[in-house]
């Protein structure tokens, strides 16, 4: 036996599937180039949370079988925590500090277990807690005066590195793209089984506000064509501005409020003249660009490619 494989006392893992779901992956096609920035989000959320945890003491590898379910994108992880020989006999010890297994890990970062970090995040909904009180190595995570949430030192720890909370943040990047809206983690594959279930519509909480720099914001008058609208709430809406595809959310409530009563009626290719925001941030080393419908000033019918007057 080499001594790389004697510093190795052995390894614990354990298999759980990481899913993305929506309407644009129903033949299993996910664009590589959100695919390999998310998985590797993953591997670098548990190696780092691993890292903050344990320290040199062990060392966690995340390993992948391709593996899919109808209707969805699925990855078959195994998470695999190696310990070193050197600290063999801590492990032995009712007083030992270390996480000693993946499954823990798991726990702590909240893929499974209903808690941990990811329940934190949840439960302040990308707000600032009020204030942490330890009592006894029990915290407390105050929303407010009276909401908190009990929790260990472990978690809030994670909590505060901000390392992890924007791998956590780029792990769900997918959800930002047109017809991905949900993501699973499950140790069966399926995801009626699932442990963990994130919406688009909570991928809010999960920013690390701290770190992202707003560049520029501007309010421009200007035509759009509509490729999708999307009814549901919270949804963005698809546009072709002339040539570029953006995705944008309608603010204008008295727009929505018609709709809801029946009162306009839309097709592919029809125009809108709206009041467009654009938002330009910079956060994890990539310029991001958000669009904002403000105010819906006008809507032009096209049939057969023609406008209708």
Do not use: C
């Not at 390392?163 to 499950?186: H, Q, W, Y």
């Amino acid at each position: 036996m080499n001594k790389a494989e004697d510093d190795v006392v052995g390894e614990m893992a354990e298999r759980f599937y990481v899913i993305y779901d929506g309407w644009a992956l129903e033949h299993h096609l996910m664009d590589v180039r959100d695919l390999a920035p998310a998985m590797i989000a993953v591997n670098d959320l548990l190696s780092n949370a691993n890292k903050a945890l344990n320290g040199e003491k062990a060392d966690l590898n995340l390993k992948v079988n391709a593996s899919f379910r109808a209707g969805s994108f699925g990855m078959e992880l195994h998470t695999v925590v190696h310990f070193l020989s050197q600290i063999r006999d801590m492990f032995a010890s009712d007083n030992a500090s270390a996480i000693s297994n993946a499954w823990a890990i798991l726990e702590i970062v909240g893929f499974v277990g209903g808690a941990g970090l990811i329940g934190l995040i949840r439960f302040l909904k990308g707000k600032k807690p009020t204030k942490i009180i330890d009592e006894d190595g029990h915290l407390k995570v105050y929303l407010n005066e009276t909401e908190y949430y009990e929790t260990d030192g472990k978690v809030v720890k994670l909590y505060k590195n901000r390392t992890i909370v924007s791998d956590l943040n780029k792990m769900l990047e997918p959800l930002e793209k047109d017809g991905i809206d949900a993501f699973f983690v499950s140790r069966t594959g399926d995801k009626k089984d699932a442990d963990l279930a994130i919406d688009e519509s909570e991928l809010t909480y999960f920013e690390y506000q701290e770190i992202e720099n707003d560049l520029s914001e501007n309010i421009t008058e200007t035509f759009v064509q509509i490729e999708a609208a999307v009814f549901k709430d919270n949804n963005k809406w698809k546009f072709d501005n002339g040539g570029s595809p953006i995705n944008a959310a309608i603010l204008d409530e008295g727009f929505l409020r018609k709709i809801d009563a029946g009162e306009l009626r839309f097709g592919k290719g029809d125009l809108l003249k709206v009041k467009l925001k654009t938002i330009q941030t910079f956060a994890h080393g990539k310029l991001k660009t958000e669009f904002q419908v403000i105010e819906v000033l006008e809507h032009k019918i096209v049939r057969q490619g023609h406008l209708e007057f």
